[in-house]
């Protein structure tokens, strides 16, 4: 039976993932869809702050080209013809108050893990791959989500873990991922990043790692003309794999 190109793609895509020394994951719109959950605790903390800024999904989906939460509501700040001034002091407290509200949001167990992403976890484990954590927002984000999802001894199960405070500069730059390449004395075409969004694939491809996209919510329609592949989910290199083993030798 002839497989078609987008089976093809994923196979190819599950071979690519197979092979690699290390598989790196960005986290917010990769391992979860959690912007959405972003998107409220940021609003929540305007109206704690009595801002009167409501961030809708539209212009959510805008502001998300900026990474990391406080350049976020600066940049939305920096647009506004005529606010009141927002100290550094005050953008920090506006974070604090969201990322408190966002961590509530998580532990209510309504963000799950996207499909495919535990299964590639385990294979990964069961293949004695090297597993790091690349991303631009928090480890206490990054605790909640994946404590929630994985349990109290999460962390365990990765090598290296850098978020967003930990590098000098956020994705696009290339930091977070050179960071993950030094701790895991590992060549980058040796690894596969795995993304969601432009700028998540711009700063793995500065450190020379081949890319896996995985299509989310707010970046659907982002070019990822520079990714190795683009997947809706990761559950399809699952899929890819059964077929592959039920028809070894279908081109
Ligand atoms: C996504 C981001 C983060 C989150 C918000 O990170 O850019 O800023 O939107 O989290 P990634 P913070 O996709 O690299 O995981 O408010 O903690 O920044
Ligand atoms: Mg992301």
Redo the contacts with the bound molecule.
Sequence with gaps: MQADATTIAAADAAELIRRAAALIF?????LAE??EL?RQ??NHAFVRHGLDWQWDRAVYKDL?R???????MRAYHDRLPSARPLSDADIASL?RI??AH?AGLIETGCCPLRPGVAELLGAAKARSQRLAI?????H??IDALLSQALGARWAAQFDAIVG?DDVRQ??PAAD?YLEILARLKLDPSDCVAI???G??LIAASRAGIPVLITRSMFFGDDDFSAARFVLDDLSELGLAEQKTEKQPHAQ
């Design positions: 960005d986290v917010d719109g990769t959690t912007e972003h605790a940021f998300l900026v990474t990391g939460g406080k350049e976020r974070h969201k990322t966002y690349a991303t631009t927002t928090s206490g984000n967003g956020k994705k977070v993304e969601d969004s700028n998540g």
